[in-house]
């Protein structure tokens, strides 16, 4: 079974810096799709990058990008240039590559990082 | 484009009922997927529905069951509710095998008391 281990629960940063929130996860696959999500008080998940591991090239979605380490299993979420809106709890997430049959498509959290932005 | 919609948005039932939660997946989206999420902790997964089938479950009692019809919605029935099912529900639908991450709906609140 996969896991993911998120080992900050709280992480604050200051308008306009940088912060980066750490991800670990343990699988014996070689294919697999991680993602990093967002949820603000409104809870509703929303997705902020992807990653799919057999690509080397790390994922950059605006201010977001990843680190992408898959031989240490890690994968963390560097925000640049943070924003008061940027302020949610983040979870990591893991999901095997799945096959044709329609199965195997869940998705495993870690539990998560409050980040708080500070003016 | 109307997104994941879930209804309802909160709801409160006394130990021993049953509920049910609903969900609309995303335009276009066939799977539809249903998580826990206790107070504190990240969504943990219930279980998956594709052409109307559950195609995967995870660590829960048969206490929960569900539903996928034609049109790909789908219901989450909880029977004889404990307090500890005290939750938010998510919903997320996804297009099959498309690698493109799910798409959540905004959750029902359960409290049971």
């Known amino acids: 079974a996969q896991t993911v281990t998120q080992s900050q629960p709280e992480m604050s940063v200051q308008e306009a810096e940088t912060v980066t929130l750490s991800c670990t996860y343990d699988?014996?696959?070689?294919?697999?799709?991680l993602f990093w999500y967002k949820q603000p008080p409104s809870r509703q998940m929303i997705l902020v990058i992807r990653q799919e591991a057999y690509k080397q090239q790390n994922a950059t979605e605006n201010r977001f990008s990843v680190n992408f380490q898959k031989a240490a299993k890690s994968f963390s979420l560097k925000i640049s240039d943070s924003q008061l809106g940027d302020a949610a709890m983040y979870f990591c997430?893991?999901?095997?590559?799945?096959?044709?049959?329609?199965?195997?498509?869940?998705?495993?959290f870690g539990k998560g990082t409050l980040l708080t932005v500070n003016p | 484009d109307a997104g994941v919609t879930q209804s309802p948005t909160h709801l409160i039932k006394t130990r021993g009922q049953q509920v049910t939660l609903r969900c609309s997946p995303k335009s276009g989206h066939d799977t539809v997927s249903w998580y826990q999420q206790a107070l504190g902790q990240g969504p943990q997964f219930i279980f998956q529905y594709y052409e109307e089938e559950e195609r995967q479950r995870g660590n829960f009692p048969d206490r929960f069951s569900g539903h996928q019809f034609p049109n790909y919605s789908s219901e989450l029935n909880v029977n004889a509710l404990l307090l500890g099912d005290s939750a938010l529900y998510l919903c997320a639908s996804s297009i099959g095998v498309r690698p493109h991450g799910a798409f959540f709906g905004q959750g029902t609140r359960l409290t049971v008391v």
């Open positions: 997430a893991y999901r095997s590559y799945g096959n044709s049959g329609g199965s195997n498509y869940k998705l495993t």
């Open positions: 699988t014996s696959e070689s294919d697999y799709y």
